[in-house]
């Protein structure tokens, strides 16, 4: 390579949310975007000063053309009813059909041509000799020319890659304190290529997220970089009295000339320094082993554990190399002192490890926004809301997202899986060309060195829907080595072995449509609770009527409209047969929107409930669920726990209830009553009580007992009599509490139970799912009777924010069925996120409680709550202020 043509090209990651001695100047505002076919001029004259960028769209980086676009207003809402069918290249990308990233551009998709983004920044003065400086690029989709001052930096075949990074040393052409123009001409990924893809989840947008897609910053260092350090954490024992910490750290000498100097820093408190020396344009990885360094063992450390474990500890690392007579470089970090491992437990299945200790991984799959947007605000409450779900896990298949994410997870202790995207050209392998297998292991190595040192991250998957054959992976290994990757690694997402690594210890059987609760519990081949699924789920999650208003024209059309159906999934999931046959033959059929949206609430929260709840009871002879999906990368009405707009929905509270830390549940395999302690503490004096009534509220069963729970344990502590389910009963309600010593309430579980339970169809199963052969029934529930319901609502400012408190009292003789709250603006507007303490709950006879639900800071000073159930008049009321002292 011509050097003076194309300067010095790192791949590591500017490390933005990470603090260093470097100067750096965030790039991100003042930004321009032009189609290259609207343009005649070539890289060198759209680099230079004076050059005209009227017409050009005004926009901030990151960005991809076409979220630059929806923002400029030249495009309607891409999420509004069928509105991305009308944008120009969508006639592919939105049918719903093939997956997008498979297929060429159209012909005549204004995605074709490349897309320029153009900047003019001041950059600071130069400070010193030895001074570098270099334009760091955090995401590029997917190829580009690069020029800085009318000087080409690079070009399509050095930058090519979704998830590489650059970091281009442009000393030679930046000019220190004057204004620069910055030009980057990108290019979308072909069919060919390994971007960025959506499958199924939703539809691609018609750029394929082109663009400048991660943070650009303009860093001035010395004569030698510091890069992506990390602390590698080991446990000789499972006293965890002693941590042996490894320290890593990327140094790249800058200067055609050797250097000399003092690489140190400071681990947890410890200081470790050694002499180091390197060659001109020398890159190297330095090293501090406990073996070298003693004082690298430190004694009684705090460890780092995700939130259900104990406390997620961090620690400060830094790492800084000194030359002779210049200032030092340095980066530093947070990081855990932690130790993850993995192992197959006696029937092959994957468990997990964190500082020796087992956890069962109970998470959901991630999706970032469908344009790649960004907003920190709303990334903070997504976080909070998996914590509030009292989920440990998240995984990320492919969409590898940003620091702050991760930095997150660190904080909040939310363990994350992640690896690389299935379906499209990551995974034809047979297709790759020669140049593919480079620039997979240098994404890879990008992705490896930007995210190595955070404590959250559990494992990394080499494939997800196939393992990688056997030259891949060993690429893949071999770059996972030489950047000291500190987790376990697997094959894939599936139980396929590999000649290379052998079996993966976990499953990707699904599945990912409804089935009713009692499978998770009786299917012993696919999806049911033992082993470790990688991504499963019940399937369509249908959003409340203030969400589907902000992005249905039509949102309490009946039957549902081509609009609706249009925000399905895709594949085999533009249609919700399974589902609605399902409601139809188990509940009732629907006669209007509103009927449909309770029922399918119900049948949500039912299903995802029972799903975490079998795993939870088979511990560890299952070791492993993640729901597909957490969230959506666009308003959906299949697989989330929340919505698009962060609306909670059924399966939301279902989640939170089954993975509460000590709980109460019923068993749909052989009516047990189990009690799960997901803490890592015994928990003794609790109380336990079951319940059980017909749809009438006759009591027909009754049990109680005192226990003690073990630490993280499951327990079988009632068992509901055989003959009980004999009788003439349709269905039985059944109604669990456990309480502690000093009677308060520690859980509350309540099911709906037919006589006669599915029955499945197991040879007809695929890969969606497992019909039924012949449903349950409990239509009876269309005709409880009215249960009367009254309803009192303040809200108070509390250190927490703004909480409202609702009271609850049934004074009837009836059971109130599934009663859900809402908060609303006065024009039943959608207020999101609120963070209800329970919700879509049962009140029997008599009985009343209180929720509360803390408010977001831009709802309005007086919302409505609204309360909806099966049986229950609507209510609709206006909060108090509460007294103070209250």
């Not at 995401?139 to 399509?156: C, F, M, P, T, V």
């Not at 699924?533 to 959003?543: C, F, H, K, L, W």
Request: aromatic share 10%; glycine share 6%.
């Amino acid at each position: 390579m011509n050097r003076r043509m194309f300067p010095c090209l790192l791949v590591l990651l500017a490390l933005p949310a990470i603090l260093s001695a470097e100067t750096q100047t965030a790039l991100r505002s003042g930004w321009r975007v032009q189609s290259a076919c609207q343009l005649q001029a070539d890289g060198a004259a759209i680099a230079r000063s004076g050059f005209s960028t009227e017409g050009w769209i005004q926009t901030s980086v990151p960005s991809t053309v076409l979220a630059a676009q929806a923002a400029a207003g030249l495009i309607p809402d891409p999420y509004f009813g069928s509105n991305l069918r009308q944008i120009p290249g969508s006639a592919i990308s939105a049918a719903g059909g093939e997956i997008f990233a498979n297929l060429p551009m159209p012909k005549d998709s204004p995605y074709r041509c490349g897309w320029w983004y153009r900047t003019e920044f001041s950059a600071p003065a130069a400070s010193g000799k030895e001074e570098r400086f270099w334009l760091q690029f955090g995401g590029i989709n997917y190829r580009a020319e690069i020029w800085l001052n009318g000087h080409k930096i690079a070009d399509s075949s050095q930058v090519a890659g979704a998830y590489r990074t650059y970091d281009f040393d442009v000393t030679e052409f930046l000019q220190p304190g004057k204004s620069n123009v910055l030009a980057v001409e990108t290019f979308a990924p072909t069919e060919k290529s390994l971007g960025i893809n959506w499958v199924d989840w939703n539809p691609c947008p018609p750029d394929k997220d082109m663009g400048l897609w991660g943070e650009v910053n303009l860093v001035s260092t010395g004569a030698v970089t510091v890069r992506s350090p990390q602390a590698v954490t080991h446990f000789p024992d499972d006293t965890l009295k002693r941590a042996e910490l490894t320290i890593y750290a990327e140094l790249h000498n800058a200067s055609d000339h050797p250097v000399k100097g003092v690489a140190s820093g400071t681990a947890a408190g410890v200081h470790f320094e050694q002499s180091v020396e390197l060659a001109a344009h020398e890159d190297r990885t330095v090293v501090f082993t406990p073996h070298d360094f003693p004082q690298l063992v430190v004694r009684n450390p705090l460890p780092w554990w995700p939130a259900q474990m104990g406390e997620p500890h961090l620690e400060r690392l830094t790492v800084r190399f000194a030359a002779q007579g210049q200032a030092a470089e340095e980066r530093t970090v947070e990081f855990g002192i932690r130790e993850i491992t993995s192992e197959l437990t006696a029937s092959g299945s994957r468990l997990f490890r964190v500082n020796g200790k087992p956890i069962l991984i109970r998470g959901a799959g991630w999706s970032p926004d469908m344009l790649l947007r960004t907003d920190e605000n709303r990334l903070r409450d997504q976080i909070r809301m998996v914590r509030d779900m009292n989920l440990n896990t998240i995984r990320l298949e492919g969409k590898l997202e940003t620091e702050e994410f991760f930095r997150l997870t660190d904080k909040e202790g939310i363990l994350v899986m992640l690896g690389w995207c299935c379906c499209d050209h990551w995974e034809h392998w047979k297709e790759w060309t020669p140049e593919d297998l480079p620039i997979a292991t240098e994404s890879l190595r990008s992705q490896m060195l930007r995210l190595r040192q955070h404590a959250s991250l559990l494992v990394w998957l080499n494939g997800s829907d196939n393992p990688p054959p056997a030259n891949v992976e060993s690429a893949y290994l071999k770059v996972e080595a030489e950047t000291h990757w500190p987790n376990p690694i697997i094959s894939s997402a599936t139980a396929t072995p590999t000649t290379v690594s052998g079996q993966s210890g976990v499953k990707m059987t699904g599945p990912y449509d409804y089935v009713a609760p009692s499978y998770w519990y009786v299917d012993q081949h696919f999806g049911g609770a033992y082993g470790f699924n990688t991504e499963t789920s019940p399937g369509p999650a249908i959003e409340s009527l203030a969400s589907r208003q902000k992005f249905l024209p039509d949102a309490e059309a009946w039957p549902p409209t081509t609009n609706w159906s249009f925000h399905n999934g895709g594949g085999k999931f533009t249609r919700l047969k399974a589902f609605d046959e399902a409601m139809e033959a188990v509940y009732a059929k629907p006669n209007s929107a509103s009927e449909y949206e309770r029922m399918a609430h119900t049948m949500e929260y039912d299903s995802e409930r029972a799903m975490f709840e079998a795993y939870s009871k088979n511990k560890y002879v299952s070791t492993g669920v993640i729901q597909w999906m957490l969230n959506n990368a666009w308003p959906s009405m299949i697989w989330h726990l929340y919505d698009y707009y962060l609306d909670a929905g059924a399966g939301y509270f279902a989640t939170k209830k089954a993975c509460e830390p000590v709980h109460i549940q019923y068993s749909y395999d052989d009516r047990s009553i189990v009690l799960v302690n997901s803490t890592y503490a015994s928990v003794a004096g609790l109380h336990a009580t079951l319940h059980v009534h017909n749809i009438e509220w006759k009591d027909l069963y009754s049990a109680e007992s005192a226990v003690n729970a073990g630490a993280d344990s499951a327990q079988r502590i009632f068992t509901i009599p055989e003959s009980l389910y004999e009788g003439a009963e349709r269905i039985f309600l059944i109604d669990l509490a456990l309480k502690d010593a000093a009677g308060n309430l520690v859980s509350r579980n309540f099911y709906w139970i037919a006589g006669t339970p599915t029955t499945f169809d197991w040879a007809r199963t695929d890969y969606t799912h497992t019909p039924a052969a012949r449903h349950e029934d409990l239509t009876a529930l269309a005709k409880l009777p009215p249960a009367k319901v009254a309803a009192q609502a303040e809200i108070s400012q509390t250190p927490r924010g703004r909480e409202l408190r609702l009271h609850l009292d049934n004074s009837s003789a009836a059971l109130a069925f599934q009663i859900r709250a809402a908060v609303r603006t006065a024009k039943g507007e959608l207020i999101a996120p609120v963070f209800w303490s329970d919700n879509w709950i049962e009140l029997t006879p008599g009985e009343s409680t209180t929720l509360t639900a803390l408010l977001p800071a831009a709802a309005p000073p007086v919302p409505i709550v609204q309360i909806e159930g099966w049986n229950i008049a609507p209510i609709s009321l206006t909060p108090t202020a509460a007294e103070k002292g209250n």
